[in-house]
Nanobody
């Protein structure tokens, strides 16, 4: 069982930067591919943001955030981060951390076994 807790959300201005963190507890964290997903307001579907694989630590990004966001992990700390730069109003969403045991870095949320409760990021324009 893996427990995930996200921190770092808040209300920011367009163009600002925010760093989200996700602290994991449970066994064998280095064997999990970790991802960030987000769910915009208004009943929209959850969407992939970024992932970093276990082992090779290869990052992948959605086209909407590539070049602005950066995902990183530290297996010694059982943690991942999402550095979000040049934020736009359309980045407003609840951001979720997710874990996929020995995953390939999928953008499909159903591939991830464990989820945090999320942290809200609101970008005002």
């Amino acid at each position: 069982q893996v427990r995930l807790v996200e921190l770092g959300g808040g209300l920011v201005q367009a163009g600002d930067s925010v760093r989200l963190s996700c602290q994991a507890s449970g066994p064998d964290f280095p064997s999990y591919t970790m991802g960030w997903f987000r769910q915009p307001p208004g009943g929209k579907e959850r969407e992939f943001v970024a992932a970093v694989t276990w082992g090779g630590m290869i990052p992948t990004y959605s086209s909407s955030v590539k070049g602005r966001f950066a995902i990183s992990r530290d297996d010694a700390k059982n943690a991942i981060w999402l550095q979000m730069n040049s934020l736009k109003a359309e980045d407003t969403a609840r951001y979720f951390c997710a874990a996929d045991y020995q995953g390939v870095g999928s953008s499909v949320d159903l591939e991830y076994e464990y989820w945090g409760l999320g942290t809200q990021v609101t970008v005002s324009s």
